[in-house]
Structure formats: structure tokens, C-alpha cells
């Protein structure tokens, strides 16, 4: 199965400094999904990447990915409060584009 | 519109007890799944349903039976759970079930606000 694995697991960082979440996949990246989770909540869709390469923002939140590295990375420019939660990248498998596998999480906290 | 719709929240249930969890999208998808997320932990997989018919099941134990009685619903039945299968019940629908290939597009999975589940 594809594994996910995710630095750092936790962060802690002061109000409008800049950080970045990492991904990176055991097997090759046929795609990679970023997603944010509020505690106890369900999963808030951020961003889907697709090909080698490709680099996507929305609003502060920057990812991209690199194919070959089997990676992509997360990166927040000017961290807010309203940024912390828990950070998933997820990738489907090959054969079966709707059975999906997510990273093992990474906790923002963002201090005021 | 973006919307998955899971009901109850919150559930409390004894372990002979019938219990089912329900989801809801009006956004013409076509693929509908269950995870079920520890605390802590990366949501887990558990089933997938195409077309409205069983494509993936993930070694769930049969206490745990999925039903999806048309393309906008999709059902969880729960019977005999056990403690240790508390946990956040997550929905997510996408809206095409086809599998990845050299034409095949991954699709973004929409997810709901979850079912929180505790087994006494």
C-alpha cells in the first residue's frame, strides 16, 4: 500500500512566520491532495497537485511537487492563527484513482 | 455547492446495540466512501462505493455493513461494535469513480463533518 510520510509531526510557530510540511510517498506520486483538519472536524480540500512539477497558492498556502523526489511540500507564508489545524496530504493508488491513502499528519499550532 | 452531509454528529452506543450512520451529497457524485479516523491518526479507508455498488472494501469487519441505496446516500449500519472501534466516521464523495490511468484523472474527494462514535 502507498505510505505517506509527513515532517515534522508537530510545529509550533509565532503569528507571521513562515513554515513549511513536507510529504513523501514510498511509492511513485500518481497525484497528491493537501488537505486541513480542525480537531474532531472533517477534512477541508486546500489543494490537488497532479503533475511533476506543478506549483499551486491559494491565498498564503503554497504546495508543490516534485515527482521525482516522490515529495511535495506545504509552505505558509505569514502564518495566522486562523492557519493552525492538522495538515494531511493524501495520494490515490495507481490502478484505483478512488482508493486513497493519507499522510501520517502534521499539527500547526500558531501562537498570537 | 460542496457539501457532504453526515448525520448524527455524535453517537453513543452500547455494544449490542443497532445503530446507523448516515451521508448525504446532492452534488451528482458518483463515488461515495467511509473512513474511519482514531485520534490522532490519518483517516483509514474502509469502503468504496461506484455507481452505487461495492468497489472497495477494506478488510472491514462485517460488524460494520455499508449500503448506498441511491447515487446521493450512503449508509453505515452498525451492529455488535466494540470499544475500540470508536472513533471519527468521515464520508467523502468525488464525482468520478473511475480508476486512475494513462486517461484517468484523480478527482477531489469532498469530505463531511464526520460522525463522532463512542462504543460503551
Known amino acids: 500500500s502507498q505510505e505517506l510520510e509527513q515532517s515534522p509531526q508537530s510545529l509550533i510557530v509565532q503569528e507571521g512566520k513562515n513554515l513549511t510540511i513536507n510529504c513523501t510517498s514510498s511509492k511513485t506520486l500518481y497525484g497528491l491532495y493537501w488537505y486541513k483538519q480542525k480537531y474532531g472536524e472533517g477534512l477541508i480540500f486546500l489543494m490537488m497537485l497532479q503533475k511533476g512539477g506543478e506549483e499551486k497558492s491559494h491565498e498564503k498556502i503554497t504546495a508543490k511537487l516534485d515527482e521525482k523526489k516522490q515529495q511535495s511540500s506545504l509552505h505558509i507564508t505569514a502564518s495566522q492563527p486562523s492557519h493552525a489545524g492538522i495538515y494531511l496530504c493524501g495520494a490515490p493508488t495507481l490502478n484505483t484513482g478512488n482508493q486513497f491513502y493519507f499522510g501520517t499528519g502534521t499539527s500547526l499550532t500558531v501562537i498570537p | 455547492d460542496t457539501e457532504v452531509t453526515q448525520t448524527p454528529k455524535h453517537l453513543v452506543m452500547g455494544m449490542t446495540n443497532k445503530k446507523s450512520l448516515k451521508c448525504e451529497q446532492h452534488m451528482g457524485h458518483r463515488a461515495m466512501y467511509w473512513y474511519k479516523q482514531k485520534a490522532k491518526k490519518p483517516p483509514e479507508l474502509m469502503f468504496v462505493?461506484?455507481?452505487?455498488?461495492?468497489?472497495i472494501n477494506e478488510s472491514v469487519p462485517s460488524r460494520f455493513s455499508p449500503e448506498c441505496p441511491n447515487s446521493s446516500l450512503l449508509n453505515l449500519h452498525l451492529h455488535a461494535l466494540q470499544p475500540e472501534d470508536s472513533a471519527l466516521y468521515l464520508c467523502a464523495s468525488s464525482r468520478n469513480p473511475k480508476g486512475l490511468g494513462t486517461s484517468g484523472r484523480i478527482d477531489i474527494q469532498y469530505f463531511g463533518a464526520g460522525t463522532r462514535l463512542s462504543v460503551l
Open positions: 462505493y461506484s455507481y452505487e455498488k461495492l468497489s
